[in-house]
């Protein structure tokens, strides 16, 4: 299978360097690593064990790469305005489209752009950040859950699902992408907007009963918000005392979005707080508290 | 009139320095000041006009002072925990406690130790800090509104204003000492506790639609709160809006919270905010937005 990745930061050159490991052939569109990638390869240093890749595909534009059977995206959601120029040189008549972004919006975004039947939707639990040029970091986790933006069962998924687990990656396919994501928003919204608000890790917050509460009470929110979306079975509330409990073992876990922030990068406020907002809204659900952590959030870095 | 001042910070320095200079017998309970007031004397900076007190009578220990007419309480909320120590050996069988303090509970908390009758309350309305040891800066506006606690009529409050209108203060008497004290709440609850935590100045809140909106819902918040506590009159929700205004007339005002977070010292967040928001609840109005803003600011400055 011909693979381009898109948005080759700490998240795409990770996956792509494992499904390149596996035998697939991987093309990686590059901006920052060009050279270093080009000229000597990729370095993964991994709690599973480093790796070296000598010989890695690197592209300046995605019209040296051409058409592929999947393009993998990993961009930062606030570059999606970037989709129709990075994206659209990579498909032919059936190239799969698979978004491994955070948050809402993106399947519907190159859906539109693309037509929706290209589109699956990953999310996936990684902690990996980029290091020198050429070379990332795999810090923990990694597991992918995989679905069809469409809900139609065609067995594409259960194919992508057993590439990445021969590649290594603890991956499987579900029903209800929708879900997934919205799961996944009950811990980010919380824990990546007050942390990066904060700039506190999740112990301090898990740590201080009214925080606790707070973070709690977000999670509620994200629940009720997410349980008016058609979701194939509701999320319980118990879902948030399982997260919270799951947080408590990580230890000192500072979520992206805070690390984000202390580096001076740009937040995915958009996917993960004004999107969720919006649909939410759009079903007549207000999430009062996850509005005013968005606003503090885009205040605190204007 | 013997008028000792208890908590002598920039306002019980300011407005005692007045009442000195227009004849009233005052006498301040020192600690950073001692040395400096007491050898020589008190400097006063000020936009009505400088003004120096070679003579000030200052006092390590409140026994020295003794009996009193009126106690002056300009304490920063937290330390009422010394009210019993500090107040308490001033009190003659007529002696008056004003309090000028910020938020709510401190007319509550000292009319429990030296009985309600005694009590009078002040709405300060002061911008001054703190300068070298024997000096205090008054930046702007001075303005007090006094009532009393028990809201019966008995003159004292009158004549108290006459004191300081005297000695140059904007000074009236009002009939809803615990509606004045709201109306207060209704702008510090907001710039106070935004600008704290955000560390930016009431402008940069008012330039953006997201948090001039989230401003607005907070004092509506305090609004709806304060309609419940047995006003004589209710807040109506267009005040939310005058103080919009009036605070887009400030220019690039730092509320006291925000320099005191900057400046490493306490904040007084349980007269602000805690306290409020028991009120509240005892009377069934969660103010969910002021008890998230309460949270965050613990949190930020634990």
Redesign the interface.
Known sequence: MKIAVVGAGALGLYYGALLQRSGMEVRFLLRRDFEAISGNGLKVFSVNGDFYLPHVKGYREPQEIGPVDLVLVGLKSFANDRFEDLVRPLLGERTQILTLQNGLGNEEALADLFGAERIIGGVAFLCSNRGEPGEVHHLGAGRIILGEYLRCDNGRVEQLSDMFRKAGVDCRAIDDLKRARWEKLVWNIPFNG?CA??L?PVT??LA?E??R??VRELMLEVIAAANVQGLLSPIPESFADSMLEFTDAMGEYRPSMQIDREEGRPLEIGAIFTTPLAYGMQKGINM??VG?????L???T?
């Open positions: 007050l608000l904060l506190q301090s917050l201080h009214a925080t509460t707070l009062t508290r005013m952590l968005e606003t503090l885009k205040q605190a204007l």
